[in-house]
């Protein structure tokens, strides 16, 4: 055989690894939950979270994560019932708000 070399072994890479302290693995869990709290909506976090594994896990595994995105971020008006004074159940009329990161997808 050629080169010498041990054909268990796997071939040596021809450029060492190097790591990349500049790309978004590299944040620890504490920065990027502080990010996370900075996404205009649920709906925004739950489409990040759903990037990879690690930040889903992130996010489930902080209870105090949760509390304060829901602190910052209160439930939208879904809509209101209209004409109380009625003796008869009220239609409910929904709000129908866009979804805040929709211009941002465009």
Same mark, same amino acid.
């Given at each position: ?5 041990? $054909? ?16 978004? %693995?590299?944040?620890? &869990?504490?920065? @990027?939950? +502080?990010?996370?709290?900075? !996404?205009?909506?649920? #709906?925004?976090?739950?489409? +990040?979270? !759903? ?6 896990? #992130?996010?489930?595994?902080? $209870?105090?994560?949760?509390?304060? /995105?829901?602190? @910052?971020? $209160? #439930?939208?008006? !879904?809509?209101? /019932? &209209? %004409?109380?004074?009625? &003796?008869?159940?009220? $239609?409910?009329? +929904? ?12």
């Amino acid at each position: 055989m050629h080169g010498g070399g041990d $054909p268990t072994q796997p071939p040596p890479t021809k450029f060492p690894k190097q790591s990349n302290p500049t790309t978004i %693995d590299f944040l620890g &869990e504490d920065l @990027l939950l +502080a990010i996370f709290l900075h !996404l205009p909506s649920l #709906a925004t976090l739950i489409r +990040a979270t !759903l990037t990879c594994r690690a930040w889903r896990r #992130a996010m489930a595994s902080s $209870p105090s994560f949760r509390r304060s /995105f829901r602190e @910052l971020h $209160p #439930a939208p008006l !879904l809509g209101i /019932f &209209e %004409d109380p004074d009625s &003796e008869a159940l009220p $239609p409910f009329v +929904a709000s129908h708000r866009r979804d805040r990161d929709t211009p941002g997808a465009q």
